[in-house]
Every structure is written in C-alpha cells, then in structure tokens.
C-alpha cells in the first residue's frame, strides 16, 4: 500500500551545536521535518527545539517516554510549550494511554508515535530481551495493534513490517520508519535496513534518514537524492 504523500525527516542525532544548527539551516526547506532525540538531553534541548523552529521545521522530537502513567503524563504536559509535531513514547498500552492524557492537559496538538520495535535489533536480540520466540513482524504487528487501540495516532517500524501494518489498519495511521539507507551505504548498527523507495512502496508516511544525510559532503545533495528515489516508485 504505497503512501502517496511520504515526508522526509531528517535525525540531526548530534550534540555538536554548531554542526547541528549548521546542518538545520542548511536543510530548511530540503525536508519535511527535523528529528531531534535523546542525544540533546546534555547538550541543550530547549536550544535544539528552538533552533529547529527558526529554520521553519516541523519538529519530531523522539525521547521514547516510558515510565509509571503520572509520570509520563506529566513529562508529555510540559513538552506541550513547544512547537512539536511529533513525540515518540514506548508502544506499551499503559504508556500511550498516559502520553494521550498528558496531552490533553497540555493542550497539545503533535502526534503521539509508539515505538514497536527498534530497528537496530534482530531476533537474538529479541530473545535476549526475554520475549517469547516468535516471528518479529509477527511481535511488531501485535504492538501496534496493542498501541493503536489505545489511542495512538501512528507507530514506528521498520519498513519490513510497514506492509502488514497497512494492511489491517489501512492508511489512517502514520507509520513512520527508520532504519533507511539510500542504495550502496553502509549499514551502520541498523540491523533491518531498507532503501527509500523500498520503504514508500511498503506504506511509510514517514522516512527517517540520519547519517547518510548528516555525515554527507554534501547534506542537501543528499537529501535531494533520497527525495528523488522516494518518488521513484
């Protein structure tokens, strides 16, 4: 179920001010949105979120929130003061359900993401995590379903699964997937990869790209590149 309108997002994921603020300058008006993650706790988020706003980014701020339900609900009320459009939470019923009301308290209007699965993990590292053995489109599949039911506005997974997710839920959520690398990069710790036109054809709404447009020679070039081969399908 191809996505007719997938966005690009860019993973700004460094704590280097001036290379992040350079990188977010450079890109405005190259990508849909800026995700901006865990890796700018020390160096200065509200700087971060603040420099992403200027540039005339949506911004896709990815802490991964999981914790007790007060807790969480509180964390994603005063994350409500910034321009977000999208948050990522764990994909855990409990943890959703808490974004959704800090949300509300907050008077928020982003999406809330749950996480299902990361994309730099395998099946050994699933066992090795103590969930049962089983099929890990299977696992992301039932996560999903677990998240949206309780009130998730998309998920995040690799595109590998992006396809059985559009195929029981249809086009109402977002499914927003990582892990993609244009054709003849490098891997990186990426463990389920995919090529941009690969994860639009699978019914990505959103394609997040790190180094190969972070660390590039040229980080416009290579967005352009990734948007060319994303409407190549």
Same mark, same amino acid.
């Given at each position: 179920?191809?996505?007719?309108?997938?966005?690009? *997002?860019? +993973?700004?994921?460094?704590?280097?001010?001036?290379? !992040?603020?350079?990188?977010? #300058?450079?890109?405005?008006?190259?990508? %849909?949105?800026? #995700?901006?993650?865990?890796?700018?706790?020390?160096?200065?988020?509200?700087?971060?979120?603040?420099?992403?706003?200027?540039?005339?980014?949506?911004?896709?701020?990815?802490? #991964?929130? !999981?914790?007790?339900?007060?807790?969480?609900?509180?964390?994603?009320?005063?994350?409500?003061?910034?321009?977000?459009?999208?948050?990522?939470?764990?994909? %855990?019923?409990?943890?959703?359900? +808490?974004?959704i009301e800090g949300r509300k308290r907050g008077k928020g209007q982003f999406g809330l993401l749950a996480i299902t699965l990361l994309t730099s993990l395998d099946?050994?590292?699933?066992? +090795?995590?103590?969930?049962?053995?089983?099929?890990?489109?299977?696992? *992301?599949?039932?996560? +999903?379903?677990?998240?949206?039911?309780?009130?998730?506005?998309?998920?995040?997974?690799?595109?590998?699964?992006?396809?059985?997710? /559009?195929?029981? !839920?249809?086009?109402?959520?977002?499914?927003?997937?990582?892990?993609? /690398?244009?054709? $003849?990069?490098?891997? %990186?710790?990426? #463990?389920?990869? *995919?090529?941009?036109?690969?994860?639009?054809?699978?019914?990505?709404?959103?394609?997040?790209?790190?180094?190969?447009?972070?660390?590039?020679?040229?980080? *416009?070039? $290579?967005?352009?590149?990734?948007?060319?081969?994303?409407?190549?399908?």
């Amino acid at each position: 179920m191809k996505n007719d309108h997938p966005k690009l *997002v860019a +993973a700004l994921d460094t704590n280097n001010k001036e290379q !992040f603020a350079h990188l977010s #300058k450079s890109l405005s008006g190259e990508v %849909d949105m800026v #995700k901006v993650g865990l890796g700018h706790l020390g160096a200065g988020l509200d700087e971060a979120l603040g420099c992403v706003a200027r540039d005339g980014h949506e911004i896709f701020l990815d802490l #991964k929130l !999981f914790d007790i339900h007060e807790t969480v609900a509180r964390a994603v009320e005063g994350l409500c003061h910034f321009p977000l459009g999208l948050l990522t939470v764990h994909g %855990d019923p409990h943890v959703v359900r +808490a974004a959704i009301e800090g949300r509300k308290r907050g008077k928020g209007q982003f999406g809330l993401l749950a996480i299902t699965l990361l994309t730099s993990l395998d099946h050994d590292d699933v066992l +090795a995590s103590g969930y049962r053995d089983q099929p890990m489109d299977q696992l *992301v599949l039932s996560r +999903a379903s677990h998240a949206l039911d309780a009130g998730a506005d998309g998920v995040v997974a690799s595109a590998q699964e992006a396809q059985l997710i /559009r195929a029981k !839920f249809g086009h109402g959520p977002m499914v927003v997937t990582p892990g993609i /690398r244009p054709a $003849a990069t490098s891997r %990186d710790d990426q #463990k389920r990869v *995919v090529t941009p036109g690969d994860a639009v054809r699978a019914g990505a709404s959103h394609l997040v790209v790190g180094r190969p447009i972070m660390l590039a020679s040229d980080p *416009v070039a $290579a967005a352009r590149s990734i948007r060319l081969q994303m409407r190549q399908t």
